[in-house]
């Protein structure tokens, strides 16, 4: 049978629609989120949708075969899903649940509001050796593609789950030595003197209002030194910072 | 004489429009980057646009004052040179020059492409005291009310300067310690061995294409150690570690 049929009825074409948050499945847009996702996730992916002038069609069509995953040649399905132009290759997959590991490093995030900045975190998170993401609600959307073509696929690279509230996460994992990422944190990062543990979760909070002080008591509170030339860093950049340094402690 | 009149003729209503990379002015969107542009460079400001459901607008009038800076209401206008629903102030500043300091450590951004990263990499350099930003031409707009926005006003804080290419910058400043941070730099950033010297460049390269291989010789090329797992970590997430580790060295 040609891997090139739709096999799978959920995602009959005519029901294929632009991303919704409440959908079963979302999308990979551009060549590279979907090649991610072919290789570390190809139980989760219903359809390969390629445009008929993208150039690495041939190398797509021996991958999709290997993986047994459908592909189809749609340049307006496409189109209809993207809202970008130049996307020539677009992956369908089914959402899923992951859960976190317990006796790896975590980084949870409270309700973190840019898809964006979401992704990126993801992204840096993974090149860090971070693969465990906690995420407190309401959150961004994980699955909307903005957020996987931010996180350039590595969201199919990691675990994440998503809890109602702290203190869900914290029952869960209450072996995790916690720091608490806060403009007003007790604890500056240095060099120097990062704490040594290899079992940590790291907390940041949301882009316009950081962590409340609630925080302040739930582990040891950590500010990362700045000018008081601006306001604050950038959200991913705090994280980027703090998962380095962390992951670097000798 | 009322500051709240137009008194200068360049900036007539009728000639201002959505900002145009050519013009001689730019503008600042949003209450927070233009109070930055009123205490940082009151001298380039040409008139500051208020809509007339600001909330602040009496604290925004007095400073105004202060500073012999015009003020308008209009909401009009606002909305014909912000795209954004929600941008109640507006500023319409002088494009300007500036020079680099020779005694300071500096950031060279090789063809920086995108506006939203340029102006997150000025707002993380003030953030962590580099001050001084070089960029290689062809590089985005800095002075695109984008690229402002995500600078979140930093970019009124520092100097920056163009250069059509890295030689023309080597030969004003010679006296730096430059370090190259590139994929294939031959030595890994860490948190014990960075380098000492407290006058130095980092260089960074486009987002799309990093450094070409002739970076490896203009100094010590550095890499930021990193998972196989991703292609690369975010620009802005280099910058911020390569300056935040720069700076906190001991």
């Known amino acids: 049978m040609s891997n090139e049929k ?5 995602v009959e074409q005519n029901q294929i629609k632009p991303y919704k948050k409440d959908a079963g499945y979302s999308y990979t847009l551009g060549a ?3 090649y991610e996702l072919i290789k570390t996730r190809p139980d989760k ?3 390969i949708l390629v445009d008929t ?3 690495d069609r041939d190398n ?5 075969e290997e993986k047994h995953i459908p592909l189809e040649f749609n340049n307006k399905l496409i189109a209809k899903i993207s809202d970008k132009e130049n996307c020539y290759v677009a992956g369908i997959f089914e959402k899923y649940d992951c859960k976190l590991n317990a006796d790896r490093p975590h980084i949870v995030l409270v309700n973190p509001s840019n898809m964006g900045n979401l992704g990126t975190i993801l992204r840096t998170a993974v090149g860090f050796g971070i693969y465990d993401i906690a995420i407190i609600l ?7 593609p903005k957020t996987v073509r931010s996180s350039m696929g590595a969201l199919f690279r990691l675990n994440f789950h998503h809890y109602e509230n702290y203190d869900d996460y914290r029952r869960e994992f209450n072996q995790h030595e916690v720091f608490t990422f806060m403009l007003n944190g007790e604890n500056p990062l240095t060099l120097q ?4 543990g290899k079992l940590f979760s790291l907390v940041f909070g949301n882009e316009a209002t950081g962590l409340d002080d609630s925080y ?8 990362i030194p700045q000018s008081p030339d601006v306001d604050s860093l950038n959200l991913t950049i705090a994280v980027g910072i703090g998962a380095y340094i962390f992951m670097n402690q000798k």
Chains 1, 2 share one sequence.
Do not use: E, H, Q
Request: a positive charge.
């Open 60 to 64: 797509l069509r021996k991958l999709c």
């Open 32 to 34: 590279f989120p979907t």
């Open 53 to 55: 002038s993208f150039t």
């Open 216 to 223: 302040l008591l739930v582990g040891t509170s950590i500010y």
């Open 45 to 47: 992916v219903l359809k």
């Open 6 to 10: 739709i096999t799978n009825n959920s």
């Open 138 to 144: 309401p959150g961004a959307d994980i699955y909307n």
């Open 193 to 196: 003197d990062c704490p040594k």
